[in-house]
């Protein structure tokens, strides 16, 4: 049987919708809003960092009136999708804060450590389950050629304090018996999974509780700056409220401007059925840490609370920011991924894949937080998350909320916060070169050639796509 045909025969009856949704624990929706009210603050969007924003500011404030508005309902957008591998980093990893904010790696670390503390306490203060697990996270080469890679994780893990540990081919593959894996960097401390859709619907129950105002199937259609405050209208009602936050990430509502800097592509999952005792004796994995590896179309896999193995990667950009593709509820696209499963775990060559979907990355040339401001600051957008999105959004809230406000934080006064990424070219022009970049880093070990400019030049206009050239 070649691969392909094992792929077309392991997605037989998938089910294209995220696994983490497809639960009969999800919370039913609050009702849509119908009327005209009034309210401190407005939160547009009820994924991460919409729902950390309303609890931040109910804390530091528990008189401030807060409302949520939604377009569909809590957790539907990429909140509701990643593979949801926790990460200390407020910046997409430590390599991409380096190369953002070198001078200010240390604070940056330091708030992402108390950052994911105050996580790890709010989980328990609000009595969330969200099948989390402190198993760490483990950086793996692909081939000796990655080595290096790995030894360069390693050192800036250590550099900045982190529980980091090497490992030689031996120990990588007696962690995870995969034949590709050359060597590893296990980070164990302050890291692991999370079940996200169940930390979504969690967070939404401690919000409503706090008195946040909620109301779902109520999405953003026009906003007008009042002078102060911002007046916005949903299909059957409005808001007018003294400050609103942009919590819409990916989908980039509120402002056309937005999607200047930001750019919806599609990040694909796979999620097996249920191993056996007996498969999981075969791939080892005891201390079940959440895993990617160091090639630039990277892999990335966990485990979920029952032993099936999530397995995500294989970018894809559609058409003028589409971030709801029919192409990607079906098999075909998903059948490279399933190629890359085979490699990673050839001993389960005839299980079968019970759930595919793919999920809308912010991408922007800084793939981190930033804030947008409009309407003299009396609304700011807070979005551009590429990845560990579910710890770093609880960071980025919390300062939104700050420089929302225009307070003293000295968070506020740190480039990331005060500065924006820069512009990506507008359609055409942005699906051609999203095509073009992806099949060169597709096809780059391979067949190099007229590759390597090309993706020399997606770098100079500020995307780190950092392939092995």
């Known amino acids: 049987m070649t ?52 609890i931040h500011a109910k804390e ?18 990429a909140s509701g999708r990643p593979a949801a ?3 200390t980093s407020v910046m997409h990893g430590l390599d991409n804060s380096e190369r953002l904010f070198p001078t200010e790696m240390d604070e940056l670390e330091r708030l992402g450590k108390e950052n994911m503390d105050g996580f790890k306490k709010a989980l328990v203060r609000y009595n969330i389950d969200c099948d989390i697990e402190w198993g760490g996270e483990l950086t793996v080469a692909i081939g000796d050629g990655a080595i290096e890679d790995i030894n360069g994780e390693y050192e800036i893990y250590k550099k900045y304090g982190h529980d980091a540990h090497f490992l030689d081919k031996a ?9 590709i894996f050359s060597a590893g960097m296990w980070s164990k401390k302050r890291s692991g999974t999370v079940h996200p859709a169940k930390l979504a619907w969690g967070l939404k129950r401690a919000a409503l509780e706090l008195g946040v105002r909620i109301y779902e199937y109520s999405p953003l259609l026009k906003s007008k700056h009042l002078k102060p405050g911002v007046l916005v209208t949903t299909p059957k009602g409005s808001v007018k409220a003294n400050k609103v936050l942009l919590a819409t990430n990916a989908f980039a509502a509120g402002s056309k ?16 059925e249920p191993l056996t005792d007996e498969q999981m004796a075969v791939i080892g994995w005891k201390n079940r840490q959440g895993i990617y590896d160091t090639r630039t179309q990277l892999n990335y896999m966990r485990l979920t609370s029952d ?27 998903f059948l490279p991924l399933m190629t890359q499963f085979y490699k990673t775990f050839p001993s389960l060559a005839n299980i079968k894949i019970s759930h595919a979907w793919s999920g809308p990355i912010a991408l922007t040339t ?15 957008y807070a979005g551009g998350y590429s990845g560990f999105g579910v710890t770093a959004s609880r960071f980025g809230a919390r300062v939104g909320l700050e420089v929302l406000n225009k307070t003293d934080a000295p968070e506020t006064k740190l480039e990331f916060a005060s500065s924006l990424p820069g512009y990506i070219p507008p359609e055409p022009f942005r699906w051609l070169g999203a095509q073009l970049t992806m099949y060169a880093l597709d096809t780059l070990d391979e ?4 590759r390597v400019p090309w993706v020399r030049l997606v770098e100079k206009m500020g995307f780190p796509v950092t392939p092995p050239v």
Request: charged content about 25%.
């Open 307 to 333: 032993n099936r193995i999530l397995f995500g990667g294989r970018l894809g950009y559609f058409f003028n920011d589409n971030t709801d593709p029919v192409a990607d509820k079906s098999a075909k696209n």
């Open 447 to 450: 067949k190099r050639g007229w």
């Open 85 to 87: 591998i926790l990460s």
């Open 257 to 272: 401007k937005i999607k200047r800097r930001v750019s919806a592509i599609r990040d694909r999952i796979v999620v097996t």
């Open 366 to 380: 800084r793939m981190a937080v930033h804030y947008q401001h409009y309407y003299n600051g009396d609304m700011i």
């Open 3 to 54: 691969t392909k045909t094992a792929a077309e025969k392991a997605l037989l009856k998938t089910k294209f919708f995220p696994f983490w949704l497809d639960n009969e624990a999800a919370p039913e929706p609050e009702a849509p809003l119908e009327e005209n009210v009034q309210c401190d603050l407005l939160i547009v969007g009820a994924g991460f960092t919409g729902l950390w924003a309303a």
């Open 60 to 77: 530091a404030n528990p008189q401030c009136d807060v409302v949520i508005i939604e377009s569909e309902c809590v957790a539907i957008g």
């Open 171 to 179: 120990a990588v593959q007696k962690e995870l018996n995969s034949p």
